[in-house]
């Protein structure tokens, strides 16, 4: 019998929430497909847009996977987990978001209905680890060689990457940008720095008037009206120094009682400035580009001899500056000498729309360049951002890991049909997830016919016949609504997309699948009840009349 006296034990703040077992995995789950579906319809060509207004009536309008769910500010805990596979996938490819998402959520919808047949999760986590691994290799097995000697190879993957968004109205033109762009700065081991691109954005003209300037562009104007506005042959210094009259590190105070002190005093100022720029004047410069400020007086001595001077520029950008021209950063102007000159065929200003831009163009092998996106409007001119830096990423990518595959759904066809056969060498429940797994693979055909009013069930009947015949590269074709061999269309995208999506969507279901207990702690604030009842009254006094 037992003690109908004992009080429950509470181990837990009063206002804790606690959901545990099957009710936690479902929760989980259906808070990750709802992530997934939210982008579902922005995958492949024919994906739509979605329009993002924050809470200052800021409008983005994108299909971009990453930015779409980076302007959601999504609060549920699960659901910031399938986020997060998004933002690796963009920290380490660049393009491929959509996919990994739509993947991950695919994996968590199939596990639930293994979950409903009373399997275990350990047993559905321990069969998509086996079948992660199992993609992997089919993967390595099944990309094809690229080289950067590729040219027509890397602008069709460049292509790949922009056709469905706000750039596919001139995706060769851009696609050739990207192409030459990472020619110009790639190293012997095929490496890439991708900060040695820089994209400079203009709203004016239209999106084909994008341009590639083999050098930088630096959105600032001349500092002084007599400046020059181009210079041939230019010898750039990059300076990390001020020419201005540093002020005093604490505060202090001249007393001056004399007006002729007062005079010396302005004129000591600016025989200081001139002794500044008869230096850099004397180590030949005829361009000076200054991370810092430069005083008026500076301004005027400068524009005097010839110079043409830019200040205030960012860090980054005197970076990319140094690698193009060949220069050295400088911080101290005794140290500045020829040898620490850029060189630049010319540096000039241009105005770009309502405002004047400083190109240096001209240089010799430069190892860092500027992409100029133009556009009609800031939102076209964003969106071509976005879909550039998905091709550079997708370039780079290829390049890094030297392989690639066909697009269109072909890839993910043949790598469902490799886990199929694989599961059928397995004994045990473990089976039931694999071939799960496999058909999770296949989101990405269905989707993309689904976003292009196809019937999926017809489309993937055909594509599985298809690949069955030994087509390893059969895919969807969107425009002319059947199937097409992606590798002879052109649709090809980096192996790195789907090593990365496939690694990241499955450990995050994985992890999610092992969560049985998910425990809230309380949001309130309000402080707790003073000792001894309302109104902080002695222990004992609480309830007297």
Request: with cysteine; charged share 30%; proline share 3%.
């Amino acid at each position: 019998m037992t003690d109908q006296n004992v009080q429950p034990i509470f181990i837990l703040p009063e206002d804790t929430k606690r959901t545990s077992g099957k009710d936690a995995q479902r929760n989980n789950i259906a808070a990750a497909k709802a992530v997934a579906e939210t982008v579902r319809t922005t995958l492949g060509p024919k994906g739509m847009d979605k329009m993002l207004v924050d809470s200052m009536n800021e409008t983005v309008v994108t299909n971009d996977g990453v930015t779409i769910l980076d302007e959601m500010s999504i609060e549920h805990p699960t659901a910031k987990m399938i986020v997060e596979v998004a933002k690796t996938q963009e920290d380490e490819v660049g393009d491929g978001t959509t996919t990994a998402v739509i993947l991950a959520g695919e994996l968590l919808k199939n596990a639930e209905d293994l979950l409903d047949k009373n399997i275990h999760p350990t047993i559905v986590t321990k069969g998509y680890k086996l079948a992660a691994d199992k993609t992997q290799d089919l993967l390595e097995k099944l990309g094809e060689d690229v080289d950067v000697k590729d040219e027509d190879l890397l602008k069709k993957i460049g292509m790949t990457a922009m056709t469905g968004k706000g750039a596919e109205t001139a995706k060769e033109l851009l696609s050739g940008l990207c192409v030459k762009a990472v020619k110009k700065i790639v190293d012997k081991g095929n490496n890439v720095d991708l900060d040695d691109i820089k994209i400079e954005k203009k709203v004016g003209e239209g999106i084909e008037n994008s341009e590639l300037i083999e050098g930088i562009v630096l959105d600032k104007e001349k500092v002084h009206v007599g400046m020059p506005s181009k210079i041939e042959k230019a010898k750039v210094a990059l300076l990390d120094v001020a020419l201005e009259i540093k002020s005093t590190e604490m505060d202090a105070k001249i007393s001056i009682d004399d007006p002729n002190k007062l005079q010396g005093f302005l004129d000591q100022e600016e025989n200081m400035l001139k002794d500044m720029v008869s230096k850099v004047i004397e180590s030949g410069a005829n361009v000076v580009v200054c991370q810092k400020g430069i005083d008026d007086v500076a301004q005027y001595l400068l524009s005097e001899n010839g110079v043409y001077a830019v200040r205030r520029v960012k860090e980054s950008d005197m970076g990319r500056l140094a690698k193009a021209t060949g220069g050295k950063v400088v911080s101290n102007l005794n140290a500045l000498d020829k040898d620490k000159l850029g060189k630049a065929g010319k540096v000039e200003k241009i105005k770009v729309g309502d405002d004047e831009m400083t190109y240096v163009s001209g240089c010799e092998n430069p190892k860092a360049v500027t992409l100029l996106v133009k556009g009609g409007t800031q939102h076209v001119v964003d969106e071509v951002e976005r879909a550039i830096t998905d091709a550079l990423g997708d370039v780079v990518a290829s390049l890094k890991t030297g392989k690639v595959v066909g697009g269109a759904g072909a890839i993910e066809m043949e790598l469902s049909k490799g886990l199929r056969e694989y599961a059928n060498s397995l004994s045990g429940r473990e089976q039931l997830a694999v071939l799960a797994f496999a058909e999770a693979i296949e989101v990405v055909p269905r989707t993309l016919a689904e976003n292009a009013g196809l019937d999926p069930i017809d489309m993937l009947t055909e594509l599985k016949a298809s690949h069955d015949s030994g087509k390893k590269w059969a895919g969807i074709d969107v425009f002319k609504r059947g199937v097409q061999d992606a590798w002879e269309n052109g649709v090809i995208e980096p192996l790195k997309i789907k090593t990365q999506a496939v690694k990241s969507a499955s450990e995050v279901a994985e992890l999610i699948l092992r969560i049985d207990d998910v425990i809230a702690g309380s949001t309130s604030k309000e402080p707790a009840m003073p000792p001894g009842g309302m109104g902080g009254m002695p222990p004992g006094m609480g309830g007297m009349m």
